[in-house]
Each structure stands twice: as structure tokens, then as C-alpha cells.
T-cell receptor, first 109, second 112 residues
Framework: KNEVEQSPQNLTAQEGEFITINCSYSVGISALHWLQQHPGGGIVSLFM???GKKKHGRLIATINIQEKHSSLHITASHPRDSAVYICAVPIQGAQKLVFGQGTRLTINP | DAGITQSPRHKVTETGTPVTLRCHQTENHRYMYWYRQDPGHGLRLIHY???????DKGEVSDGYSVSRSKTEDFLLTLESATSSQTSVYFC???????????FGSGTRLTVV
């Protein structure tokens, strides 16, 4: 069983739709990371959060430590949001990340 | 000023040859990592470093070695490249467990 599970694996939506990507994890963590990777591109860190909610522009990340679950939301989605979104958690006590498989998001105009 | 650079960006090499990938940072971060990314597997840790000359293995370390002789450089060596090592390799840096990660742009390695 993977320590980090993301859903859905693939998501296609129309421009303007509200997007939700989910991440569940099985280990105790101090923080959770959301990353973004555009096709053929590098990996960019979007958020690191340990509780509550963080917002950056149209992106919102939430985490529920008790339920071991995090969500990434995109409001008013745009084709440039098309990318793979990856959730990652540190292995407790170690300075190493475990990654989810990623969610491939496609926003059509 | 990317803060972290990988070289080369692309490389094609023959089976059995040694290959070294370089990760260079200007952030003076303590932790450096090498990952590989393959379809169906996501990102997997190869090796990481927690200081000069301090390194440890990740989950897919077989066939790879690393060295960190100074803070800013972390080298990944494939002693004898195999086709199964064809992949995209990412370097990452971090100040510590309570901080975020910065990733390099990746190195696409093809072993023929």
C-alpha cells in the first residue's frame, strides 16, 4: 500500500470550473507539500502546510491532520493550470519525502 | 538566478559507460537530493545528502553512487549505465524538515 494516495489520477475540466485534487496519507507527518509539474517542465513547490489552509492566488490548499487528508483547490481554472499536481509528505523523523503518483489535470478552453 | 542548476540537461550514453550528473546550488542549503521520475512510478529517491561528505541511500540506490565534497555540489554517478536507468533525474535542495523544497530543471538521460 502506498503511503501517499492521490485522487483522481486524471482530471479533465472546462475553463472556469472549480477543481479539487485529494491526497491521503498513512504516516504521521509534520507537514505536507503540494508540487506542480507542467508538461516537459520542472517541478515547482506550491505549498507546504502543517495545519489549516493556505491560499496563493487561485490556489488553495487545506489539510486535516487528524483525518490524514489534504486537498488542493483551483478556483476559476484556466488552461495554463494544466499540469501534474503532486502531493508529498516527509517520512516521520527523516528528512525525506514520499510522493504521491500525481494527478494529471487538463483544463480545456 | 535559479538557485539550483543541473547539468547536463540532456544526455545520451551507451550501456556500460560511466555517467556523472551534477547538481549545483547557490542557496547554501544543507540537504540535497537526487530523484528519478519514471512513468507509473512517480518520483523516487535515489540518494540524499545532509551535509558535506554525509550521504545516505534512498529507495532506488542500486547502480548509483553520490558524492558531496562541498556544500554547493552534489554529484550522481552511474558507474556502468544500463537501459533501466533511462529516466529523468531531478535534484532538489532544502534547508530542513520545516522548510520547502526547490527542484532543479531535470536531466533527461537516455541509455542506449
Amino acid at each position: 500500500k502506498n503511503e501517499v494516495e492521490q485522487s483522481p489520477q486524471n482530471l479533465t475540466a472546462q475553463e472556469g470550473e472549480f477543481i479539487t485534487i485529494n491526497c491521503s496519507y498513512s504516516v504521521g507527518i509534520s507537514a505536507l507539500h503540494w508540487l506542480q509539474q507542467h508538461p516537459g517542465g520542472g517541478i515547482v513547490s506550491l505549498f507546504m502546510l502543517s495545519s489549516g489552509k493556505k491560499k496563493h492566488g487561485r490556489l488553495i490548499a487545506t489539510i486535516n491532520i487528524q483525518e490524514k487528508h489534504s486537498s488542493l483547490h483551483i478556483t476559476a481554472s484556466h488552461p495554463r493550470d494544466s499540469a501534474v499536481y503532486i502531493c508529498a509528505v516527509p517520512i516521520q523523523g527523516a528528512q525525506k519525502l514520499v510522493f504521491g503518483q500525481g494527478t494529471r489535470l487538463t483544463i480545456n478552453p | 538566478d535559479a538557485g539550483i542548476t543541473q547539468s547536463p540537461r540532456h544526455k545520451v550514453t551507451e550501456t556500460g559507460t560511466p555517467v556523472t550528473l551534477r547538481c549545483h546550488q547557490t542557496e547554501n542549503h544543507r540537504y540535497m537530493y537526487w530523484y528519478r521520475q519514471d512513468p507509473g512510478h512517480g518520483l523516487r529517491l535515489i540518494h540524499y545528502s545532509y551535509g558535506v561528505k554525509d550521504t545516505d541511500k534512498g529507495e532506488v540506490s542500486d547502480g548509483y553512487s553520490v558524492s558531496r565534497s562541498k556544500t554547493e555540489d552534489f554529484l550522481l554517478t552511474l558507474e556502468s549505465a544500463t537501459s533501466s536507468q533511462t529516466s529523468v533525474y531531478f535534484c532538489a535542495i532544502s534547508r530542513g524538515r520545516d522548510y520547502g523544497y526547490t527542484f532543479g530543471s531535470g536531466t533527461r538521460l537516455t541509455v542506449v
